[in-house]
């Protein structure tokens, strides 16, 4: 009997241990992503080049969604393989079909 409330201790320890981990990684997510906003718009109110502000918010925009899916849409965790291949493969579909449109209309 002391070993089975020993072992669901143990379990509810890691559980707690686990989500703790996952909300640290969750608001250190947030305050970055706090960051990456405050770096766009200081950037656009400064007044700087379009052509060295425009790609800097792009790229910036492009890691808060990766952030997003991966931390706040739990995509890391098991389970969430198909989700997540559906997903991949909707961004690479529209990625290719605007590139398709970019060079048919540059060239």
Do not use: C, R
């Not at 990766?66 to 579909?93: C, D, N, R, T, W």
């Amino acid at each position: 009997m002391a070993e089975n409330t020993n072992s669901v201790q143990n379990e509810l320890d890691y559980h707690k241990k686990k989500k703790k981990e996952e909300m640290k990684q969750q608001v250190i997510t947030f305050a970055l992503m706090i960051v990456f906003t405050i770096i766009a718009f200081t950037m656009v109110a400064a007044g700087l080049d379009k052509l060295f502000v425009i790609p800097i918010i792009v790229v910036l925009a492009i890691v808060q969604v990766i952030f997003q899916l991966y931390y706040f849409m739990h995509m890391s965790h098991k389970g969430h393989e198909l989700p997540a291949i559906m997903m991949y493969g909707g961004i690479s579909v529209a990625f290719l079909t605007i590139l398709t449109f970019l060079v048919l209309i540059w060239w």
